[in-house]
Nanobody, 114 residues
Framework: QVQLVESGGGLVQPGESLRLSCTVSGFAIRYYPVRWYRQAPGKERELVATITGGGTKNVADSVKGRFTISKDNAKNTVSLQMNSLKPEDTAVYYC????????WGQGTQVTVSS
């Protein structure tokens, strides 16, 4: 049974950092890509970052230079390091994997506000 569980969200001030984690069970991330999406109120869900099974990384232009995706194959976890956070980064952040079917975590709220 595939499960994706996000953690690490919270309330921070502009310019601060947060590290999100996605703990995966039911498949080995060394073989499949895992993605981070986010959805702000009233907006469509947006792809933020991808890491492939082989470790190739991609991040959206809107977060390039501030966000970094990484993974630990041994722990089967994918992380999203978010630096220099801005109010426009406020959203619910979701972990995603596609293995025939599409799987989502429950999401973790990130709020950037002074």
């Amino acid at each position: 049974q595939v499960q994706l569980v996000e953690s690490g969200g919270g309330l921070v001030q502009p310019g601060e950092s947060l590290r999100l984690s996605c703990t995966v069970s039911g498949f080995a991330i060394r073989y499949y890509p895992v993605r981070w999406y986010r959805q702000a109120p009233g907006k469509e869900r947006e792809l933020v970052a991808t890491i492939t099974g082989g470790g190739t990384k991609n991040v959206a232009d809107s977060v390039k230079g501030r966000f970094t995706i990484s993974k630990d194959n041994a722990k089967n976890t994918v992380s999203l390091q978010m630096n220099s956070l801005k109010p426009e980064d406020t959203a619910v952040y979701y972990c995603n994997a596609v293995l025939g079917s599409t799987y989502w975590g429950q999401g973790t709220q990130v709020t950037v506000s002074s």
